[in-house]
């Protein structure tokens, strides 16, 4: 069972910077499509980003409207990890963040296989 860490959650400004990190153990992350998602009190689950699989052909990524030129998915398969560095947040970027992983090699809403235990993101002044 593969289990998904994520860290580097907390409490920030308005216009300041974080940077979540998702580890495993015993599986190498390069083989999923790995995402994030976050869930604020209230309103629905939002996909952040995606980034495709090390396997895929084009290794392509994802934003959701709302964060894109803010926020930046990446790899380092030297660490097993998956980066979300988040810049420039704004209030509503408030939410727990959800670290995914996906067996289907490209990035897919619909074919999430793990979650891991959510961070909590806080964008106050």
């Known amino acids: 069972q593969l289990q998904l860490v994520e860290s580097g959650g907390g409490l920030v400004q308005p216009g300041g910077s974080l940077r979540l990190s998702c580890s495993a153990s015993?599986?190498?992350?390069?083989?999923?499509?790995m995402g994030w998602f976050r869930q604020a009190p209230g309103k629905e689950r939002e996909e952040v980003s995606c980034?495709?699989?090390?396997?895929?052909?084009?290794?392509?990524?994802s934003y959701a409207d709302s964060v894109k030129g803010r926020f930046t998915i990446s790899r380092d398969n030297d660490k097993n990890t998956v980066y979300l560095q988040m810049n420039d947040l704004k209030p509503d970027d408030t939410a727990v963040y959800y670290c995914?992983?996906?067996?289907?090699?490209?990035?897919?809403?619909?074919?999430?296989?793990?979650w891991g235990q959510g961070t909590q993101v806080t964008v106050s002044s």
């Open positions: 995914t992983a996906s067996r289907y090699p490209y990035c897919s809403s619909d074919v999430i296989d793990w």
């Open positions: 980034i495709a699989s090390d396997v895929s052909s084009d290794g392509s990524r």
């Open positions: 015993g599986y190498t992350l390069g083989y999923y499509a």
